[in-house]
Every structure is written in structure tokens, then in C-alpha cells.
């Protein structure tokens, strides 16, 4: 049975939907493609179904129909297992994070966006269903209007991991111009949208990344960029830092990270032990042992360092999207895609990625 929204559309149609005026009412589709996760596993797991059910809108929901979808580092870890204590109920999944594409239907309390605009977005992690589909339901808070200057390929390469360091930088440490950020892991995405946001902050910028990368990130603003591989980060790096985004986490990372604070600062890492702990002990025992763990790390550094200690996680957040979309139409943030993929090669990126093929970011893009 045909869904039915409370909006009014001209008739268009999309692969094998059609969407038609009738008075108040707009049919929406009530299937379309979609990559399936029905278990845990390597790149062939994932499939390519054609009759996935597009769920009803929420009155606050969009419908976007996607032109292209990015793969985070969290898609791949995610199809392999990570989280599983979270997700394995809601077997099975549709992965996928970051989406660029135009607006199909809007629930009844949406007011930001109309049919037809161009738009977009990233939903939270723990999103059971994901973006690798032609139709995404995203929160109206999920999204932006696309800048025009962007491609769709270009646009869905940077909310998720822009949203990520915005809510470090900006919700966590609230970095201010004039300070001083250590990004660890400068040359991934997430490190990538750090250093040009703090950098239009007007913030001073050193990072840690691999050879490849340093002029990458150079280039994106970091005053000054340490390979981790040739240099000894501890002697290369002078001075105190207001605030460290640790990309990479580990003791090794973290003990450096926090020796490079000023007493006040913040540290944060992406590294966060919640979703390891709940997969080895489950829900019920997991998410206390992981808040007991990281209370017990915030008191002991608060007290050691007198530094305040964070794990970061992406959160949706309407002013850090119109941030990022504006300095993204300003050509100030931008996420490089490394290489595209039809939804169809879907296993084949999931592949490169494991296997390191690719080290930039990779792109589905759908007809």
C-alpha cells in the first residue's frame, strides 16, 4: 500500500516511483534500492536489493533522494562487527552516514526544506538505517542546503566527518581565536576538517600525519605539519597546546596528546571505549563500565594535568551544519575524494578500503 504524505508536489518520477498531485495529498514511493546488511562480515556480505521499504515520515523527517553517499571508516567497521551489541538486533542494516542529494518529501512540521532542493546532511551513528539506498530519511536537523559551488560527490564527502570535529572543537573545547590545536592524525578526514575549521578560526595548527599527507594538510591551514613516521613527534612539536583532537587513539597517542596541553585544555579523542565495551559485555553491563571507565580518566588527568579529558563522538547539530556549509561555499572546508564507485561496485570500495587501497575518501555515487 502506498504511503501518504501531507504536501503538495508536481508529478516527477524517480527509478520505478512515481510521486503524483492529489489535493493535499503526495503518494510516496514505498520501495528502492538499498545495500542490505543482513549479517556481520567482509565486503560480501553487503547486497544490493531493489525492493527495500522507504519508511513512512515522521512529521519533523526528510525523504532525500540520494545522488551520492560517502564511506566512512565507520561503515566498514560497522559491516564487520563493531557496535554489534547495538546493531545485531536491528539485523538486518543499511550502512552509510554522509549523503548529498534532493529533497523527495517532507513530514508535516518540516519548515527548512521543499521538494526538490538540493541538500545535505549525515545521520548520527547509531542510525540503524543508513544512506546506501536511493531514498535516506534524515532528521530537517540533519541537513543543509547543498552549496551550489559543490558537486553531490564533492557534498557527501564532508558532513560526517566535518559534524565530528565541529562537535569537538567547537561544542567541547570551544576554541577561540589565537589558541593553540594539536591535531593528532591530521591526513583523515575527521583530522582534515579540524585543521580548516580551526584554521577559519583564526587558531594556530600543528598536526601529526603520514608523508603523503603533508602537504595535504599544509594546504588546509596546519602551520605546522610532523611526519610520525620520519620525525620523533615529541622533539619535532615545541610548546603547549589549548586543545588535542586525537584521530588515531591508544596510549600512545593519548599520553602524547596530554604531555602537549596546556593546564585547562582538551583532550579529546574519537577512540571513545563505549561500543568496544558494550560488544565484549553487552548493553546492560557495557555503557556503565564505559561511563565509570571514562569518569575515572577525567578525574584522574583533571587532577594529574589539570586538563579536562573527552571522548568525541559525531552529533547532529543544525548550527555546526550551517557552519560547515558556509565555510564549505567559501572554499574554506573541503574533504578531497580520493575515488568514486557506482552503488552497484559497492563491495569493490568496501574492499579498497579494507585492504588500504585507496587512503582518501571514497564515494558511492547512484543514477
Known amino acids: 500500500m502506498q504511503r501518504t504524505l501531507l504536501r503538495r508536489s508536481h508529478a516527477f518520477k524517480t527509478c520505478d516511483h512515481e510521486f503524483f498531485k492529489s489535493g493535499f495529498a503526495r503518494f510516496i514511493a514505498t520501495s528502492c534500492r538499498a545495500v542490505v546488511l543482513p549479517r556481520f562480515g567482509g565486503p560480501d556480505m553487503l547486497q544490493l536489493r531493489s525492493d527495500v521499504d ?3 515520515l515522521k512529521p519533523s523527517e526528510v525523504l532525500v533522494r540520494a545522488r551520492a553517499v560517502s564511506v566512512n571508516p ?6 564487520s562487527g563493531y557496535g554489534r551489541s547495538i546493531f ?12 548529498s542529494g534532493e529533497v523527495a518529501a517532507v513530514g508535516t512540521s518540516v519548515r527548512s526544506f521543499s521538494v526538490g532542493q538540493e541538500v545535505f546532511g549525515a545521520l ?15 532528521s530537517e536537523d540533519e541537513l543543509a542546503p547543498k552549496p551550489p559551488s559543490l558537486t553531490h560527490v564533492e557534498a557527501s564527502a564532508i558532513p560526517f566527518a566535518a559534524l ?26 575527521v583530522g582534515l576538517a579540524a585543521i580548516q575549521l580551526a584554521a577559519a578560526a583564526r587558531c594556530q595548527v600543528t598536526t601529526t600525519c603520514g608523508s603523503r599527507s603533508i602537504d595535504r594538510v ?43 596541553l596546556k593546564r585547562g585544555g582538551h ?8 561500543a568496544s565495551l558494550t560488544d565484549r559485555y553487552g548493553l546492560a553491563a557495557g555503557i ?34 550551517d557552519e560547515i556549509r558556509r565555510l564549505s561555499e567559501a572554499g574554506k572546508l573541503k574533504i578531497p575524494v580520493e575515488k568514486t564507485f557506482p552503488i552497484t561496485q559497492v563491495r569493490e570500495a568496501h574492499e579498497a578500503k579494507d585492504k588500504k587501497k585507496i587512503p582518501g575518501k571514497v564515494v558511492l555515487e547512484l543514477d
Do not use: C, N
Open 164 to 189: 565530528t570535529a565541529w562537535r569537538a572543537l567547537k561544542s567541547t573545547a570551544r576554541i577561540t581565536e589565537g589558541q593553540r590545536l594539536l591535531v593528532v592524525g591530521g591526513g583523515g578526514a
Open 267 to 274: 583532550y579529546m579523542t574519537l577512540q571513545g571505549e563505549a
Open 74 to 79: 565507520l561503515d566498514t567497521r560497522m559491516r
Open 88 to 99: 545485531e538486533p536491528h539485523l538486518p542494516l543499511i550502512l552509510g552516514r554522509d549523503i
Open 124 to 138: 548520527h551513528p547509531t542510525a540503524v538505517r543508513g544512506t546506501y539506498a536511493d531514498y535516506a530519511v534524515l
Open 54 to 56: 522507504v519508511p513512512q
Open 218 to 260: 599544509r594546504k588546509a591551514g596546519a602551520e605546522q605539519a610532523v611526519d610520525y613516521i620520519t620525525e620523533d613527534i615529541e622533539l619535532a612539536i615545541k610548546g603547549k597546546f589549548d586543545a588535542v583532537l586525537d584521530t588515531i587513539g591508544g596510549p600512545e597517542t593519548e599520553r602524547i596528546g596530554i604531555k602537549f
Open 288 to 321: 556503565p563500565i564505559a561511563t565509570a571507565i571514562l569518569l575515572k580518566k577525567q578525574i584522574q588527568y583533571r587532577y594529574s594535568h589539570g586538563i579536562e579529558y573527552w571522548w568525541t563522538y559525531m552529533r547532529a547539530d543544525s548550527d555546526g551544519l
